[in-house]
C-alpha cells in the first residue's frame, strides 16, 4: 500500500485533507501495524481503510535466522516472490560508535548475472514496488527496532528498477514521511549510468558505492556482464562527476576472490584508476570483503589472508584509503540470495 493510493482513497471518501497527515503520521512516526490502531480516526474510516488495504505492511514474514551481530529476514512479497532483509549489528570501533544498518531489496532475484553472487544465481522474478522497498524498514521499526542506515544492497541492483528505487528514496527522505537524513542512505550498484547520473540530479546526499571487484574490463565482463555495457573507466566518468558535484565521498566494494582478483596486478590496477584523477581520488574509499562462498556454487574461493595483507599494502602505499569490511554473518549466509536458495530447497 503507498501513501498515495491512501491520499486517492481519502480523497474518494471526501474526507478532509488532514486525515493524511494524521495517517501518515500514524505509519511512518508511530510505525502503527494496522489501521484500526490509528485511534485518531474514526471507527468507521479504521473499518474503510482496512477493507481497502489490509495490514499496513504488505509483506510477510516467512522465515528469519540469526548469528552474531545478523539478522536475516525471508519476506514474501504480494505477487508470491521472496526477497531478503539484513539487519547487520556493528560494534564500536576507534572511528565509529555501535550502530545498526539494514540492508534491503529492491527485486526479488536479480537479471545481472553476476558470478559470484547467490542472488545472480536465482535469475530475476520482479522489481519491487517503492511500497515493498519501504515495507522491509517499516517491519524492523513496527517491531520496536533502531535503524541508523539503510544500505540498499540486498537482492537485486537498485537502477534497474529506477522508478520504484526513487520513489522509495522519496518515502526515505521526505520530511512528511520517514524523515531520514539523505546522508543515512547508500545505493550500491553495479554502474549503471543513467542511474548514477539520476542520483547525482535528483538525491545527491545519498552514498554510492559501486561494485567494482576487478580493475581490468576483459576479466570484469566475463563474471560481471553488465560491464559489457558499462565499462569501468565510463563509470568512473561519472562517479567523479559524483564527487565534484556532491563532495561526498564514494565507496568502491572490491570482494578478494583467490586467484582470481587477489594479484598485486590487481591491486595496482586498481590504485590507478583512482588515481586517474587527482582532484576526486582523496574521496575514493575502498571497501574489501572477504568473499563468502555460496553453498550451491564453487566457481571461487575466498582469498587467503597473505594475499589479502599484500593487496591492503598496496593500496596503503598508495594512500588509497579503505577497510577491510568486519567479517561476519558467514554463519547464517548473509550473502544475498543465500537464504532464498536454503530456503527454496525445502
Ligand atoms: Fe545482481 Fe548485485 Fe548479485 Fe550482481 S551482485 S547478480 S547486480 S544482486
Request: charged fraction near 20%; hydrophobic fraction near 35%.
Amino acid at each position: 500500500m503507498l501513501i498515495t493510493e491512501v491520499e486517492a482513497y481519502l480523497n474518494e471518501l471526501g474526507e478532509p485533507k488532514f486525515r493524511l497527515k494524521q495517517i501518515q503520521t500514524a505509519i511512518y512516526t508511530q510505525f502503527v501495524k494496522n489501521f484500526s490502531d490509528i485511534t485518531t480516526l474514526s471507527l468507521s474510516l479504521r473499518t474503510n481503510l482496512h477493507t481497502k488495504f489490509g495490514v499496513i505492511n504488505s509483506l510477510k514474514v516467512l522465515h528469519s535466522v540469526s548469528g552474531s551481530q545478523v539478522e536475516k529476514v525471508l519476506f514474501e512479497t504480494k505477487n508470491g516472490n521472496l526477497i531478503e532483509a539484513v539487519k547487520l549489528s556493528y560494534k564500536a570501533t576507534s572511528e565509529r560508535g555501535a550502530h545498526t544498518a539494514l540492508c534491503i531489496s529492491t527485486q526479488s532475484g536479480c537479471a545481472m548475472g553476476c558470478q559470484f553472487c547467490a542472488t545472480g544465481a536465482i535469475g530475476f522474478k520482479q522489481n519491487l514496488s517503492a511500497d515493498e522497498i519501504v515495507s522491509q524498514y517499516l517491519y524492523f521499526r513496527q517491531r520496536g527496532d533502531t535503524i541508523d542506515s539503510i544500505i540498499f544492497m540486498g537482492m537485486g541492483e537498485p537502477f534497474v528498477n529506477p522508478d520504484n528505487l526513487f520513489t522509495s528514496l522519496y518515502l526515505f527522505t521526505d520530511k512528511n514521511l520517514l524523515a531520514l537524513s539523505p546522508t543515512r542512505l547508500s545505493i550500491s550498484t553495479v554502474g549503471i549510468i543513467p542511474g548514477i547520473e539520476r542520483l547525482i540530479k535528483e538525491y545527491p546526499h545519498v552514498n554510492l558505492t559501486f561494485s567494482l571487484h576487478s580493475p581490468f574490463d576483459d576479466q570484469r565482463s566475463k563474471f560481471m556482464p553488465v560491464n559489457k555495457t558499462y565499462q569501468i573507466n565510463e563509470v568512473f566518468k561519472v562517479l567523479d562527476k559524483y564527487i565534484e558535484e556532491t563532495k561526498n565521498r564514494v565507496f568502491i566494494a572490491y570482494t578478494l576472490l583467490k586467484d582470481f582478483n587477489d594479484s598485486e596486478s590487481h591491486a595496482l590496477a586498481l590504485t590507478n584508476l583512482i588515481k586517474t584523477n587527482t582532484h576526486t581520488s582523496y574521496l575514493y574509499h575502498v571497501n574489501l570483503i572477504r568473499y563468502n562462498p555460496c553453498p550451491s556454487e564453487v566457481i571461487f574461493e575466498r582469498s587467503e589472508p597473505e594475499a589479502v595483507k599484500a593487496f591492503q599494502e598496496i593500496l596503503e602505499k598508495s594512500r588509497i584509503s579503505n577497510t577491510l569490511r568486519q567479517d561476519f554473518g558467514v554463519d547464517i549466509d548473509a550473502a544475498c540470495g543465500q537464504l532464498y536458495a536454503t530456503y527454496s530447497k525445502k
